[in-house]
């Protein structure tokens, strides 16, 4: 509440941050206490929300929003106006690695954050709160906040409140995060009151313990090193994983002997074909950047490392199939069973298995492809980017599928590429009688019994696993 009315909250960038932490917002608040517009420069995007087939799949996030749509919960192209409208406004927009340029290839490309800034200072004629959440560079706030007092109209304040969620689990880590980091300036009245505002928002439904407030600074730097810190534990473990192939240990063995010192702790110790996602290798690339520009080279080149091992990764396995296969893939059809980046998310960005399915196509092996969520359209545009070919080139070598069972009919392997729990559950003893023979299953997230697979007759490589030849 601002005095007598609700408050108002715009968040500018209806993505996958966007929108589900709006849709939590307005599910954990009443339409007296706090009303919210969800805004984006994409009318396809905006029409998705306000219809009954959002644009993203996150588990739990259908009911919320069609329980709050309309209530205090609004989806809108109409930026000019959301902003005049609100009291504290949320930047949840892009920032994708540059591609272009001075930085280009590392360092985050802030041409969205800085749009967003310019439609805020053009419009506003109150003053705002205005709250990074989108994942920035050191000292982004700075400059945001140059490019609004630069309207002179009104005033701003300017918080970093960075987005700890993780796809697929969206919903569930909104609800109940880990903690909530605002980074404002404590050393003035109107700092601190504008970082009260947004802690009171949270305190609605967040323990007030878990509301951490730091310097701007801190908190900007802050969600990189946890972006940091999480794949550095993904690239370890696989970096071991490499080690238990040739050597007679197990991945799964080590990870859990290892996870239960309480100082290491069990999570992030899942070997993989690679990570993949938005964030981790953009984020790391964003820190290398810094890195660098203030000269710590050493410490750029530690993190560049976390990157190296993943992309290592991600071809040991294609190589792995390769050498499967009696090292040619030419016209042999291979069933690829999850394309998206992990579990519970249609997301494809950095996903392994655009990587390994391009590698592959690179060898001529004929793909069937299938995961549950991601649309076809989807794929369609990651490998045609990837492959640089048109669709219609392709299309001799790819092939979508609407199951599991169908992708692998008449295969020579399967591939695993995404940790879905229906491939955990596949009747194997069933696909196996639809395959080519020798049948092949390679396990590129450790989800499956290789026992009982062996003992149906595939021929097995889980990652991580003692390979014998
Ligand atoms: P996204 O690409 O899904 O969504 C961004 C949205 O912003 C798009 O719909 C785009 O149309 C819109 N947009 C861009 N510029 C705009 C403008 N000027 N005005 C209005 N709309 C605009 O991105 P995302 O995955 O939601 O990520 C957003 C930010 O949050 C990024 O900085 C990302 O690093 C960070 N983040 C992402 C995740 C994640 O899991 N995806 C988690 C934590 C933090």
């Known amino acids: 509440m601002l005095g007598s009315r609700p408050l108002r909250v715009a968040c500018i960038g209806a993505g996958y941050v966007g929108g589900p932490t709006m849709a939590v917002i307005a599910s954990k608040t009443s339409p007296d206490a706090v009303q919210i517009q969800v805004l984006d420069i994409s009318e396809e995007r905006i029409a998705a929300w306000n219809s009954d087939r959002l644009p993203l799949y996150e588990p739990g996030l259908t009911e919320l929003v069609f329980g709050s749509r309309g209530r205090n919960l609004?989806?809108?192209?109409?930026?000019?106006?959301?902003?005049k409208w609100a009291d504290l406004i949320f930047v949840a927009v892009n920032t994708p690695t540059k591609e272009c340029g001075i930085g280009a290839g590392s360092a985050a490309d802030l041409t969205y954050v800085e749009l967003a800034a310019r439609q805020i200072a053009a419009a506003a004629d109150t003053p705002k709160i205005v709250v990074e959440k989108s994942t920035?560079?050191?000292r982004t706030a700075e400059a945001l906040g140059a490019i609004?007092?630069?309207?002179?109209?009104?005033?701003?304040?300017?918080l970093s409140n960075p987005e700890f969620?993780?796809?697929g689990t969206a919903v569930r880590d909104l609800c109940e995060p880990d903690r909530v980091l605002i980074g404002g300036n404590l050393e003035t009245d109107s700092g601190r009151r504008a970082v009260e505002t947004l802690t009171e928002l949270y305190a609605h439904w967040v323990p007030r313990e878990r509301?951490?407030?730091t310097n701007v600074w801190s908190s900007e730097l802050s969600k990189l090193v946890a972006n940091a810190f999480l794949a550095q534990r993904v690239s370890s473990i696989n970096s071991i994983s490499a080690l238990c192939e040739l050597s007679g240990a197990e991945i799964d063995e080590v990870a859990r002997a290892v996870g239960l010192d309480a100082r290491i702790g069990p999570h992030f110790l899942k070997c993989s074909v690679g990570f993949g996602g938005s964030c981790f290798q953009k984020d790391i690339l964003n820190l290398v950047y810094l890195c660098e520009s203030f000269g710590l080279n050493t410490v750029a080149d530690?993190?560049?490392s976390v990157i190296a091992i993943n992309d290592w990764q991600k071809q040991r396995f294609t190589a792995r199939i390769l050498h499967g296969l009696y090292n040619t893939a030419t016209n042999k059809k291979i069933a690829i069973l999850g394309f998206a980046f992990k579990k519970d998310t249609g997301d494809t960005r950095e996903s392994a298995a655009i990587d390994v399915c391009g590698n592959l196509l690179q060898e001529c092996a004929k793909l069937s492809i299938y995961d549950p969520k991601v649309p076809a359209e989807q794929i369609w545009t990651d490998l045609t980017r990837r492959c640089r070919r048109t669709r219609d080139e392709l299309a001799h070598y790819v092939t979508?599928?609407?199951?599991?069972e169908e992708a692998a009919m008449n295969s020579h392997a399967i591939v695993i590429l995404t940790e879905w729990d229906e491939f955990r559950t596949l009747d194997y003893a069933k696909v196996y009688k639809g395959m080519c023979r020798p049948a092949f299953l390679f396990d590129g997230r450790s989800i499956c019994?290789?026992?009982a697979l062996s003992q149906i007759g595939f021929v097995c490589y889980a990652i991580g696993s003692p390979v014998d030849s």
């Open 449 to 451: 019994d290789m026992k």
């Open 136 to 138: 920035v560079p050191i």
């Open 148 to 158: 609004l007092e630069a309207c002179g109209r009104t005033s701003f304040e300017i």
């Open 211 to 213: 509301i951490l407030a």
């Open 302 to 304: 530690y993190w560049r």
């Open 400 to 404: 979508l599928a609407e199951s599991a």
């Open 74 to 83: 609004h989806f809108s192209t109409a930026i000019e106006d959301g902003i």
């Open 165 to 167: 969620l993780a796809e």
